[in-house]
């Protein structure tokens, strides 16, 4: 019998493991995934077949998601027991001896997502610009996560592993640039307050 119910919790040990594994991982690509959406809607590419609000709606119910499998990750961490990882750990960033460092940047990019969508939900509360500031810090809670999986991953080892940050890295970073391209063609086409007509120049003269 007692060997039974050891033999049942090791299993149930083992399983929690996979799975703040597997939810990180996935949690990992949702996030990348969301993020290069989020820059598709912002640049406003569009076609027949795909609307810009269908990007606008998968980006926000993917951020969505995506905090749903961090919650998993994260129980399943501190349920787990097996390292000294407990729940505030995973808000107070570099709290647990546990990689302190690697798990911390972890759970700085929890509360810069928490922050990211709690704004976004009280949107229409805080006006568009306070929302677009606190928002730019989700450009900077991707990278924070990926060296948290990076350092603190068992499975960083394994060649699908990496292969799959490869290619989530190569997203953002293709998304990114095309984010620059499509500011710096913008700012291009809008012309200076001088060149508008009827507005006063910096010398005073009206222009014609
Ligand atoms: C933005 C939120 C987060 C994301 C997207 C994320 C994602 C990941 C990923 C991709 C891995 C690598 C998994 C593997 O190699 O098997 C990982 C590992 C890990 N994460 Fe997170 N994580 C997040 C937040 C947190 C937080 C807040 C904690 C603190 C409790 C945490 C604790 C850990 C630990 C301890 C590991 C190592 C697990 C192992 O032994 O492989 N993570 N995470």
Request: glycine share 8%.
């Amino acid at each position: 019998m007692t060997v039974g119910v050891l033999v049942a919790s090791a299993q149930n040990a083992r399983a929690l493991w996979y799975l703040a594994r597997a939810s990180g991982l996935v949690a990992m690509v949702l996030l990348t995934v969301t993020v290069v959406l989020g820059i598709v809607s912002t640049v406003g590419w569009a076609s027949a077949r795909w609307p810009r609000f269908a990007s606008q709606a998968l980006h926000r119910n993917l951020s969505l998601l995506c905090l749903a499998l961090i919650a998993i990750h994260v129980a399943t961490i501190v349920a787990d027991g097996y390292v000294p990882i407990g729940v505030l750990d995973a808000v107070v960033p570099f709290r647990t001896p546990y990689r302190r460092f690697w798990v911390g940047l972890g759970a700085g990019a929890f509360d810069l997502l928490v922050a990211v969508l709690v704004t976004s939900a009280l949107r229409r509360h805080i006006g568009h610009r306070a929302w677009r500031a606190v928002h730019w810090l989700a450009y900077a809670c991707w990278p924070i996560t990926l060296a948290h999986g990076l350092g603190s991953g068992t499975d960083t080892r394994l060649g699908p592993v990496q292969l799959l940050y490869v290619v989530c890295a190569g997203m953002v970073a293709v998304a990114v640039a095309w984010r620059l391209v499509a500011a710096g063609t913008a700012a291009k086409r809008t012309p200076r307050p001088s060149a508008l007509p009827g507005r006063h120049s910096r010398t005073g003269v009206r222009t014609p």
